[in-house]
Each structure stands twice: as C-alpha cells, then as structure tokens.
C-alpha cells in the first residue's frame, strides 16, 4: 500500500487504493461539436501534434506541430515547424500571417519555429509573473535526444541520452534558444514544464 501521509491525491490510479468496492473509474464520453482548427495547409502535412492552448493578454493562443511523415518510411519529408493560431472566444481559431519562415518559397503562413532537424514536444508557455523580464514572458522546453558519436558512449554508459533546450519570447512569435537545462529525464510530455 502506497503512504499517502498527508498529502492529497487524485484518484486517478488504482495502485494506492486500498480497497474497491463498487467503484470504477469512467470517463466523459466526448461530444462531437464544432472544428476549432482545421490543419489543412501544405506546410501543416500530413502529422499536425503536441498542441498547446493558452491564455494570454491578447486573447487565446494555440501552438503546433507540423510535419510530414512517410508512413511507410517514418521519415520527415519536410522541415518541421511549429505553428500558431489565435482566437478572442477559444472556440474558433485564425491562423495569422507571420511571415518569418519561408515554405515552398512562401512566408505567407503562419510558422513560428522551423527546425532543420526533427523536434520534440516544443511546449510553449505564457509567464504572468509581474517580474518576469519582458523577453522572457513566453517561454518554451524542447526535448531533445543527443546520441553519442563514433560508437562510444556517455559516462554512464548510454549511447543516447533526453536533454531538455530552453526557450526565451517577448511577443511568443520570434523564439531565440537560451541554453541546455542541465537536468536528467525523460521530457516527453507537458508537465515538465509545471514540475
């Protein structure tokens, strides 16, 4: 049995229940409504993922992943960006025309990060801290997967290992790389961010 002390949990895991009689853990069946956004641009592809919605004070934010992946391949078949959407309700979302990276010889489109190599979980978050620089009022991890070259291994003997990249915005549009966080994981997922 799991020591909870004092501490509160949600009952999400069956693990550090004692006892279960008569309950189980349901759902909400979800409910088709309406499309929020619909990712159907060339240099959105055919693999749109890792979405992050947030509040901010112009209105509502929605930030993406966008590549193309062969799926007999899993290889990328071009650069892979990351997108923004806006929205005053969250209901319906815009894409702007940010014009900062260029697809197929266009900059009409709405990249915010482009890659030249492939990315993960690019999570974007918004700092209301009164104290928080101007520059550094979005900020965004990358989870980045380091291989050791020429057959050899890191200390500990791996021969891959997750680091996690930091991110610095003023306006959550021009993103410029800070440095390497120097913290071990794994870095798969949000909640890195609020750890």
């Known amino acids: 049995m ?40 060339d240099w959105e592809g055919s693999h749109c993922g ?38 005053k309700d969250g209901k319906t979302f815009t894409k702007p025309k940010i014009c900062k990276f260029a ?25 209301e801290n009164p104290d928080c620089p101007p520059d550094e009022k979005y900020k965004a991890l990358e989870g980045r997967e380091l291989k050791a070259v020429d057959g050899k291994s890191f200390a500990d003997g791996a021969s891959s290992k997750r680091r996690l990249l930091y991110y610095k915005s003023a306006d959550g549009i021009s993103f410029e790389y800070v440095r390497e966080l120097d913290i071990d994981g794994f870095f798969d997922s949000y909640n890195i961010g609020f750890w």
């Open 103 to 127: 697809h197929n010889g266009s900059k009409e489109n709405n990249i915010v990060m482009s890659f030249d190599r492939y990315f993960d979980n690019f999570s974007v978050f918004y700092d």
């Open 50 to 87: 890792y979405s992050c919605i947030m509040k901010t004070p112009d209105g509502i934010r929605f930030y993406y992943r966008a590549d193309n992946i062969d799926m007999d391949t899993y290889e990328l078949t071009h650069t892979p960006y990351v997108c923004m959407a806006e929205s």
């Open 2 to 41: 799991y020591d909870l002390k004092n501490n509160r949990q949600l009952c999400w895991d069956f693990e550090i229940v004692d006892k279960n009689q008569g309950v189980s853990l349901v759902t909400h069946q979800p409910e088709r409504k309406n499309v929020a956004l619909l990712a159907d641009e």
